[in-house]
């Protein structure tokens, strides 16, 4: 039997997708590049690989060759977690950026070295069962001859277009009509496939240590960037334990920093010191209260998230329960309360899940931080580079101070959820400082008020600002809205109502199957058979 309803409250009305083999992605074509890798005798892991490689290529606007990942993967017995990010370069000290007021965002100086492929072929070599290169298939055939540009990823990508026309080599492979694609406008990027071809002939070898490498180290040298070969021959993802909080019966797991999964983790902590069930949905109450404990957790890594190894405060420190029950008696319900925080900007990204017959789930993140990243594309090879450098910052002393060879804070995180150690659910939503608050949100709505998973991706979500001002969705009531005013909230309009609440996909473990949910705010979709 279900833990949830079968109730869909919200507007959408989009319908979960029941079968033993499903694939949710934020792009239809990428979704079904995976759902042909189970068709051909895959396994999850193979799925995922095919839709993160596809994605680079038809949804450009928030991921590429050059982004990073992270992956949390029940693989039929375990979980186990992949950290996909880069390191900064060697001649990254603090001295370099002692001019900037804040870390740059665009240009080489924005830039540390992508993990995306190794992701891809250390998840391959580990769990895959077809050939590498059959992964690669469907993206190189639509950056070859070409695919129709979906509706939103064309508002993302004209958004983006004014502020990156001064870079030469992005105008001239994602301009090449000085303006971004129409939706239902065909795009081709042979230079792409060309790339994506070397990455599979050589199973990801040329893109740190052959030629490929070459032409990044290179690029960076020519236009006075710190990356070097030598950094990209250091470059090696972590496989790591993912940590966790306990929450009415269910386990939330997330990745350990660098990445800011920890953030949901100390929010859903707070509220378990409260009676969420016992909170109308949607209700003044229920928001208030989730909005006060994910600033406090913003607030506690914004101080402590760094590479591990430069961290003060372990993340079992921030995790404790006593700390936890601490943090939840600062809460007042009749007021709200700023604590000084600060969290980073909203950004790019994609999230996919996939699961088989055979049980095994993933969980999949991978991203270029903002959009298109740093703006940055390697001349001839279409690989458009990540900024996650801006995740670093200045302040002297602060664990996140940018350094060398240092992995960055990260927003990027992907999660899942199990149940008396077995696998309940792999999800995701994707978006900048959004994805900790959407994970809070989707296992609240899950598991305190019983809803299905397409409707927890329906519901209107809220979000936390950078100055602790809070956006939220027009699907939640009025007369709730003026509550949260009065008791203090600072409610302000989201500057992108379309991208700023994030994008949900979800796969549910069910008796004889999955359910499968993907989020009607953006363009893609969950399949299965």
Known sequence: MSSFTWDFPYPSQRMPVLAKNVVATSQPLAAQAGLQALYRGGNAVDAAIAAAITLTVVEPTSNGIGSDAFIILWDGEKLVGLNASGRSPAGWTPERFQAHAAMPTLGWDAVTVPGCVSAWVSLSQRYGKLPFEQLFEAAIRYARESYMVSPITAVSWARQAENLKGFSEFSWTFLPKDRAPYPGERFYCPQMAETLEEIATTKGESFYRGALAE?????????????????????????????????????????????????????????????????????????????????????????????????????????????????????????????????????????????????????????????????????????????????????????????????????????????????????????????????????????????????????????????????????????????????????????????????????????????AASDHRKDGCAIGY
């Open 215 to 515: 032409r990044i180290a290179l690029a960076s040298a020519s236009e006075g960037g710190a990356m070097s070969a030598e950094d990209l021959a250091a470059h090696e993802c972590t496989w790591d334990e993912p940590i966790h909080v306990d929450y009415r019966g269910y386990r939330l797991h997330e990745m350990p920093p660098n990445g800011q999964g920890i953030a949901a983790l100390i929010a859903l902590g707070i509220l378990e010191n409260f009676d969420m069930a016992a909170l109308e949905c949607d209700s003044a109450d229920s928001l208030h209260v989730q909005i006060e404990a994910m600033k406090l957790a913003f607030a506690d890594i914004w101080r402590h998230l760094a590479d591990p190894a430069t961290m003060q405060v372990k993340a079992a420190e921030l995790l404790d329960r006593g700390y936890l029950a601490q943090r939840a008696k600062l809460i007042d319900m009749k007021r709200a309360h700023d604590p000084v925080s600060g969290i980073p900007k909203a950004g790019g990204t994609v999230y996919l899940t996939t699961a088989d017959e055979r049980g095994m789930m993933v969980s999949f993140i991978q991203s270029n931080y903002m959009g298109f990243g740093s703006g940055v594309v390697v001349p001839g090879t279409g690989i458009s580079m990540q900024n996650r450098g801006a995740g670093f910052n200045l302040k002297p002393g602060h664990p996140n101070l940018v350094g060398p060879r240092k992995r960055p804070y990260q927003t990027i995180i992907p999660g899942f959820l199990t149940r008396d150690g077995q696998p309940v659910m792999a999800f995701g939503v994707m978006g900048g400082a959004m994805q900790p608050q959407g994970h809070l949100q989707m296992i609240l709505r899950l598991v305190d008020y019983k809803q299905n998973p397409q409707a927890c991706s329906d519901g209107a979500r809220w979000i936390v600002n950078p100055d602790c001002t809070v956006s939220i969705e027009d699907g939640v009531k009025p007369l709730v809205r003026e509550e949260l005013a009065r008791r203090g909230h600072r409610i302000v309009s989201a500057d992108a109502p379309m991208f700023g609440f994030g994008g949900a996909q979800l796969i549910h473990r069910h008796e004889d199957g999955y359910v």
